[in-house]
């Protein structure tokens, strides 16, 4: 059973700035893709920023160019660094891992951007 478990939400004000991370119970680099997923209230989960096993990134549009997505192998940990973040950012963020045909969630971390 991998387990992840998230930390660094909190609240920020509009243009801000925070980083996230997701700690594996698991050696990260064997993950065949992991990634960081958000669900705001009233809303369906997105996917936000992922890293494939081969180091291939993707970003949904609305984060592009604010948010950065890097893991370091050592540490067996997935970050996500956000800037310049916005009140529509406001959302439950999730680490979701997949390793061979099984999903693995954490438990959530809450992101506030008042504006």
């Known amino acids: 059973q991998v387990q992840l478990l998230e930390s660094g939400g909190g609240l920020v004000q509009a243009g801000g700035s925070l980083r996230l991370s997701c700690a594996a119970s698991?050696?990260?680099?064997?993950?065949?893709?992991i990634a960081w997923y958000r669900q705001a209230p009233g809303k369906q989960r997105e996917l936000v920023a992922g890293?494939?096993?081969?180091?291939?990134?993707n970003y949904v549009d609305s984060v592009k160019g604010r948010f950065t997505i890097s893991r370091d192998n050592a540490k067996n940990t997935l970050y996500l660094q956000m800037n310049s973040l916005r009140p529509e950012d406001t959302a439950v963020y999730y680490c979701g891992a997949i390793i061979l045909s099984s999903n693995y969630w954490g438990q959530g971390t809450q992101v506030t951007v008042s504006s």
């Open positions: 698991t050696d990260i680099f064997r993950i065949n893709f």
């Open positions: 890293i494939s096993s081969g180091g291939v990134l």
